[in-house]
T-cell receptor, first 112, second 115 residues
Framework: KQEVTQIPAALSVPEGENLVLNCSFT??????LQWFRQDPGKGLTSLLLIQSSQREQTSGRLNASLDKSSGRSTLYIAASQPGDSATYLC???????????FGDGTTLTVKP | EAQVTQNPRYLITVTGKKLTVTCSQN?????MSWYRQDPGLGLRQIYY???????DKGDVPEGYKVSRKEKRNFPLILESPSPNQTSLYFC??????????????FGAGSRLTVL
């Protein structure tokens, strides 16, 4: 059974710092890995999707990498801002068709 | 606007009173899925549908039913709700369940309280 782990569970940084969030998964048979942002009490907003054949994706200040063989992904946030404060979730789409598995998330606080 | 719409957004009900949470998408997506989110347990998949009339269990299907009679709608049915089904529910969809290129798009969530 696929298991997804995110470390750290919480992170607090001063504004302007670069940071890395980690996601690991136990089964490399995946279609893709997707990073989401969730604000308190809100829905999930997709940030980046990396297909299993890709190594990384970039969007603005965000860069996500995928090492499928080692079961790891990282989300790099450059020049963090207070508006980046949220919970970041990673999810893998397993190759047994419809199943998705989510990590528990990393709660990020960026202090002004 | 491309979106996944859930209703109701908030609901307080009592044990045993059947309820349906609707989910509709306007993107012609084949794949749809339901999740629940609980503190300390994260997001867990309840049911998913690869296409019309094709549904399957996720990790926590007990106490729930679904149907997929038309492509745009995927309702979640709680036949006899119990307090342990108090949760935040999310519906999501993507173009296909078989492709790695398809982004999973979420609805805004439905907060359900069962007394």
């Amino acid at each position: 059974k696929q298991e997804v782990t995110q470390i750290p569970a919480a992170l607090s940084v001063p504004e302007g710092e670069n940071l890395v969030l980690n996601c690991s998964f136990t089964d490399s048979a995946i279609y893709n890995l997707q990073w989401f942002r969730q604000d308190p009490g809100k829905g999930l907003t997709s940030l980046l999707l990396i297909q299993s054949s890709q190594r990384e994706q970039t969007s603005g200040r965000l860069n996500a990498s995928l090492d499928k063989s080692s079961g790891r992904s990282t989300l790099y946030i450059a020049a963090s801002q207070p508006g980046d404060s949220a919970t970041y979730l990673c999810a893998v789409r397993n190759t047994n068709a419809g199943k998705s598995t989510f990590g528990d998330g990393t709660t990020l606080t960026v202090k002004p | 606007e491309a979106q996944v719409t859930q209703n109701p957004r908030y609901l307080i009900t009592v044990t045993g009173k059947k309820l349906t949470v609707t989910c509709s998408q306007n993107m012609n997506h084949e794949y749809m899925s339901w999740y629940r989110q609980d503190p300390g347990l994260g997001l867990r998949q309840i049911y998913y549908s690869m296409n019309v009339e094709v549904t399957d269990k996720g990790d926590v299907p007990e106490g729930y039913k679904v149907s997929r009679k038309e492509k745009r709608n995927f309702p979640l049915i709680l036949e006899s709700p119990s307090p342990n089904q108090t949760s935040l529910y999310f519906c999501a969809s993507s173009l296909s369940g078989f492709s790695g290129a398809n982004v999973l798009t979420f609805g805004a969530g439905s907060r359900l309280t069962v007394l």
